[in-house]
Structures are given as structure tokens and as C-alpha cells.
């Protein structure tokens, strides 16, 4: 296999029904996406091997098909990085672990996290989005590479926001266990007068909630690209917490590339990656209301915060982007000399 000037043929690999940041990884680098996912089977045990025996399939197809030269696949499930594992060892083929914080944090993942060390030693290197992921690699013997934020795309600008158009919160969530999914809904019931919008389905009927949903909250429920992103692109502000210290907030970096403010919890990966159009805050409703209190006074001022951090993101994106490169092409060399 020869690696070409202009960068290597990618394939990248996701066992989930959809993901931005796969998407606009394999965009960046010039690769294809696939989403693998036999959600029908649901997550059961006694379906679930089902499910990753269908998908592994399902993967070993899309790489046949397209025989990549290097394959990127996303953890969790670490299952699939052991699917991406089979094939390119069969094929002589190097593959990049795209690893989420939740593979580390996660607790249904950390049995598996002796597999998931052994297939990241292997890889030419494992994405993660901060320097603490990173460092856990490298102590486990594994290369590591920090990718803060890839930049999103979601389509055309047509639906930007005007300057004129009312103050509308939107939370995203995903009703995951790391979401102080109360806290939102308590900070809407304490500002009545702004509108709030919650994206994502509620599990079981609703019942993470917190209660009544107080008028001015409107669920959104599962929107699809082109919808979530004019949504991002004409709020007033995006809320995006977790209640986990070493990750990062996907819909905050997405909401910063539409050049819209966000609400993050104050931790300090967060606090590093959003330094400027944004506003830290503890997981708490009178913390998220002051928050939103003080963006809406503001709001001029916030929005140019997040035009100037967008750029200097993908400024730092295409510096990382080189060196991801340069290292997928350094293992190359490595493994033809052995």
C-alpha cells in the first residue's frame, strides 16, 4: 500500500444511527462515513450479539467495497474498533480509533477497557478529544492524538440569523446519563418570559424530565442535519452540559462553528475549549439563569466571542490535521520497514 501526496483513501466506521463528528472527520480528510447500525435489535442481552454480529458484517461489506487505505472507526462500542481490528490486519490496512469520552467514563465500557487498550496499541493512533484521554493512552502504551473539534457543516447559510429575531434557549441533549436534564428544565421554569427549546427524545416517556414541562419549553424531539443546524444557527444560545469532567461538548463546538453562543458546564476541558463566546457555569438552575440572563444583555458582544473562537478552531483544526496526517503516514513507513 502507497500512500499518495494528496492523503490517504479513509473509510470511517460509526456503529451509531448518526454522528456529526464522524461526518465532518471523513469530510475533512477527504474520506467517506457509514453509519452501521442494526438499531431494530435494540441493545438487549440477548439480542445485542445479534446486532454486532449483523454490523460486523455489515462493515467488513463497506470495507470490501471500498478497500480504504486507512480505515477511522469510532469507540464506543469498542466491538467495532475489533470488526475495523480483523479486517486491517487481514488486509495489512492501518486503522485510527476514534475514541469518545464515553469509552473511558462510561461505566457499561469499562469491562471492556483491557480489549479496548490492547486494539488502541495496535492502531497507527487514538483520537481523543483532551490531553487527559490522551496521557491514559500513552500510560496503556498506546499514540495518541488530541482532536479537540473537527469543524461542522451542516449546509447553506440561507436560514442565518438576521439580528431581529427573538431570544430563543436551545439545550441539546441526547437524555444520556451525564446531562443534568433537570437543571435545564428548572432554569426554563425560572425565566418564563424566554423561549426554550430541548432537542432529543425523552426515554420511557419523558420521565427524566423533571416533572411538568413548564409552557415555555418545547421539545423538539430527534431532528435531522439540516434541520438541528438552522435550529443552532438561529438560536440566541446554546446550553450544553454534562456532569463529567473529561469531556468534550460536541453541540457547543457545533453551535461555536454557527457562530453562536453557548452555555457550558465549568470544567476545565471546557473552560480550554471555549474561552471566548461562551459562558462556564455549575450544574445548578440559578447558575444556568444567570447565564442566559447575562448572554441575552450581551448578546452583540457573545456572538463575536464565538465569530473569533470559530476561527481560531479551524486555524487550529487544519494544524491538527496536518499532524494527524503526518503521523498516519509515519506508521506506515513503520509497519512496511517490520
Known sequence: MTLPNSGPRITYISWAPHCSRSDATARELG???????????????????????GQTLSTWAVLLHERPQV????????????????????????????????????????????????????AATTIVSNEHLAELLRSKGARATVVADVPVIFGTDGDARTGDEEFVVVCVTSFDRDEPID????????????????????????????????????????????????????????????????????AAYEAIYQGTPVIVSNT??????????????????????DAVVKIR?????????????RARKAARWLRTKAGLLDQIAGSHVQAHRG
Request: include cysteine; charge should be positive.
Open 31 to 53: 474520506g467517506t462515513s457509514h453509519m452501521v447500525y442494526w438499531g431494530w435489535l435494540g441493545s438487549h442481552p440477548a439480542t445485542v450479539w445479534l446486532k454486532y454480529l
Open 71 to 122: 480505515v477511522f472507526v469510532m469507540s464506543p462500542p469498542p466491538v467495532a474498533v475489533l470488526s475495523v481490528y480483523g479486517y486491517c490486519a487481514v488486509r495489512r490496512v492501518l486503522f485510527v480509533v476514534d475514541a469518545h469520552s464515553g469509552v473511558f467514563l462510561t461505566r457499561r465500557w469499562r469491562w471492556f477497557q483491557r480489549l479496548h487498550f490492547w486494539l488502541c496499541r495496535r
Open 183 to 250: 437543571v435545564m428544565v428548572e432554569a426554563a421554569r425560572r425565566l418564563p418570559q424566554i423561549r426554550f427549546l430541548m432537542t432529543g427524545a425523552p426515554p420511557r416517556g419523558g420521565r427524566y424530565l423533571g416533572g411538568q414541562v413548564p409552557e415555555n419549553l418545547q421539545l423538539t424531539g430527534f431532528l435531522d442535519s439540516p434541520a438541528y443546524g438552522a435550529l443552532l444557527r438561529r438560536a440566541g444560545v446554546v446550553i450544553a452540559l454534562t456532569t463529567d469532567d473529561h469531556t468534550m461538548q460536541r
Open 268 to 289: 476545565a476541558v471546557l473552560r480550554a475549549a471555549f474561552d471566548e463566546g461562551a459562558a462556564h457555569v455549575a450544574n445548578e438552575p440559578d447558575s444556568v439563569v
Open 297 to 309: 444583555a450581551n448578546h452583540a458582544e457573545y456572538i463575536n466571542g464565538a465569530i473569533r473562537l
